[in-house]
C-alpha cells in the first residue's frame, strides 16, 4: 500500500518518514525469531496476510457501502469454506462451542472489523492506511495477554510502543 501510495504522488514529511521507519522497526522487532517471537514461517505467512489485507483494502476504497460489501464477501467466504470443509474434512467432529466460537470470531467480530476499516478508510490516504495496518499484530498480542493469558514481555510493550508511535507520526495532523 505503501509503493502504490507513492505511486499515486503521496509524500510523508520527514516525521511522517521517521514514524513509518519506527513503526517497521517495532515490528521487525515483534516478529525477529526468538523464544518469544513466532516461527519464522509463521511470521513470513503474517507478512504475506498483511500484504493481502493492503490489496484487499485498496481495492475495497471505491467499493460503495462498507457494511454491505463486507457482509456479501463474508457470505461468499462462507459458503467457499463450507464446501472446503465438505470435501477435505471427512473425518472431523463438530463440536458445539467451538462452532459458536468460529461464528463470533468470524462473522461478528471479524465483520465488524472489516466494516469499520472500510468506514474508515476512505478518509486515509493510502500510505496511512498502509501504516495503521501495522497495529494489528499489537492488537492481536494484547488480545492474547488478555484472553489467553499470555506473557506480557518487555518485548511485546517496547515494540508495541513503538508500533504504535510509529502510526501516531505518520497519521498526525500536519499543522
Do not use: C, H
Not at 493492503?54 to 456479501?72: I, K, Q, W
Not at 492488537?139 to 484472553?147: D, E, F, P, Y
Amino acid at each position: 500500500m505503501i509503493g502504490y501510495g507513492a505511486w499515486r504522488g503521496e509524500r510523508l514529511d520527514g516525521m511522517q518518514m521517521a514514524g513509518l521507519t519506527l513503526a517497521l522497526a517495532g515490528l521487525v522487532g515483534l516478529l525477529l525469531p526468538g523464544l518469544a517471537s513466532p516461527p519464522m514461517q509463521g511470521a513470513a505467512l503474517m507478512l504475506l496476510a498483511g500484504a493481502a489485507w493492503g490489496v484487499y483494502s485498496l481495492r475495497g476504497r471505491s467499493a460503495g457501502d462498507p457494511t454491505g460489501v463486507t457482509a456479501g464477501n463474508f457470505q461468499r467466504a462462507a459458503l467457499i469454506s463450507i464446501l472446503m470443509s465438505a470435501l477435505f474434512s471427512r473425518s472431523a467432529a463438530l463440536n458445539n462451542m467451538g462452532v459458536v466460537y468460529a461464528i463470533i470470531s468470524g462473522a461478528l467480530t471479524s465483520g465488524l472489523g472489516y466494516a469499520l476499516w472500510y468506514t474508515a478508510l476512505p478518509g486515509l490516504k493510502a500510505t496511512q492506511a498502509a501504516t495503521v495496518q501495522l497495529s494489528v499484530p499489537v492488537i492481536a498480542a494484547l488480545g492474547a495477554v488478555i484472553l489467553l493469558g499470555e506473557p506480557l514481555s518487555l518485548r511485546l510493550v517496547l515494540a508495541s510502543a513503538a508500533i504504535l508511535g510509529g502510526i501516531a507520526l505518520v497519521i498526525r495532523r500536519r499543522k
